[in-house]
C-alpha cells in the first residue's frame, strides 16, 4: 500500500478544528499588529547580557515594524530575518483562513511532518550562515543599537575583527 501524497483531498474538519483555525488567525494578526502599531517592545534576552552580542532575533521587533512601515532598507539593516518570519506568518495566516473558509485542510500535516527531517538541517545551515553574517556586520560596522561594546566578550570579537 502506498503512502498518501500530502495534498490529496483531506476530510471535512470538525467544527473545533474549523475555529481553531479562525483562532489562529486572529491570534497571528494581533501579533503582527501588535508589532506593527509597537505595543510590542524589543527586548533582550540572556544571549546579548551574557556575551554583548545580538542573538539571531535580536532587532527582530524593530526590524519588522520597519518592514511594515514599508523601510526595507532599515529593515534589513536591523535583522534580515524578519523577512521570513513575517512571511511565514503571513502564510500561516492565508492557509489558515483558506482552510476555515473552505471548511478542509489543504494538506494531510501528518505525511509532511514526516518529511520534515530532511530539510531541517538544511534550513538550519542557511539560517546559521544568515545569523553569522549578521553578526560580523553588527560588530564590523558597528551596530551599537544590537550590541554592547561595555562587554567584554563583544569588545574582544570586535578588537578580533579589526
Known amino acids: ?23 489562529g488567525v486572529c491570534g497571528t494578526l494581533l501579533l503582527i499588529s501588535l508589532v506593527g502599531f ?21 532587532g527582530g521587533t524593530r526590524a519588522t515594524r520597519a518592514i511594515l512601515a514599508g523601510d526595507w532598507s532599515r529593515a534589513v539593516y536591523l535583522n534580515i530575518l524578519a523577512f521570513p ?12 483562513t ?19 527531517p530532511k530539510w531541517t538541517p538544511i534550513a538550519a545551515l542557511i539560517i ?8 560580523y ?3 564590523k560596522m558597528p551596530k551599537n543599537e544590537l550590541v ?3 562587554n567584554p566578550i563583544a569588545a574582544a ?3 578580533v575583527l579589526k
Not at 495534498?7 to 483555525?21: A, T
Not at 517592545?41 to 532575533?57: D, K, W
Not at 546559521?128 to 553578526?135: D, F, K, T, V
Open 1 to 23: 500500500m502506498t503512502e498518501p501524497t500530502p495534498f490529496s483531498l483531506q476530510p471535512p474538519l470538525f467544527p473545533l478544528e474549523r475555529w481553531s483555525r479562525i483562532a
Open 38 to 58: 509597537g505595543v510590542v517592545s524589543p527586548m533582550h534576552g540572556g544571549f546579548r547580557e551574557v556575551t554583548g552580542l545580538p542573538c539571531p532575533l535580536c
Open 85 to 96: 518570519a513575517l512571511l511565514s506568518a503571513i502564510l500561516i495566516v492565508s492557509v489558515l
Open 98 to 116: 483558506i482552510e476555515a473558509i473552505r471548511g478542509r485542510a489543504l494538506a494531510n500535516y501528518k505525511v509532511l511532518v514526516r518529511r520534515v
Open 128 to 135: 546559521l550562515a544568515i545569523y553569522l553574517s549578521q553578526l
Open 137 to 139: 556586520l553588527a560588530v
Open 148 to 150: 554592547d561594546f561595555t
Open 157 to 159: 570579537l570586535r578588537d
